[in-house]
């Protein structure tokens, strides 16, 4: 009857369902010599526990004071996402400033074609103007030999008729 009842105790001890009442006896049953061939796999484990118990650490422990350190690390991930978020806005900024840059060139380019089409015209225009004002200056020549003709032929007519 007693041997069935340590193996029930063994078996709430593996499952950790035992009280400390039912350890001590487990304890005491195991760290006899009268052990069930069976169970003598336990006896070793037991033993060990009672020796353990007994046992003292008797050095003393220096310990070090605590260092913040996580404290260090929240800080660095926060200052490691506003550094992440300015570079992002700096290169937002830089890009649009790049499209801007390249968006004047381009309107530049097409005024500097615009204006230099007017310069050809206009140089077409003052050849053209240059030829009329030829032309006009070889009229105004010749009106003023038309009025040199006409000035004689009436001089000749007046001393003709009188």
Known sequence: MELANIENLVEKYLNAETTLQEEQLLQNYFC???????????????????????????????????????????????????????????????????????????????????????????????EAIYAVSNNINKGKDAIGQLNTYEETVNKALKTVNY
């Open 32 to 126: 006899s010599d009268n052990v069930a061939p069976h169970l003598e796999e336990y006896r070793l484990m037991f033993s060990y526990f009672k020796q353990s118990k007994d046992e003292t650490f008797t050095k003393t422990i220096q310990l070090k004071p605590e260092i913040k350190r996580k404290k260090n690390w929240k800080w660095l991930s926060v200052a490691a996402s506003v550094v992440l978020l300015f570079s992002t806005y700096i290169g937002i900024l830089e890009y649009e400033k790049h499209l801007r840059e390249e968006q004047l060139a381009e309107q530049f380019a097409q005024v500097k074609k615009a204006l230099q089409m007017v310069s050809v015209n206009l140089n077409k225009g003052n």
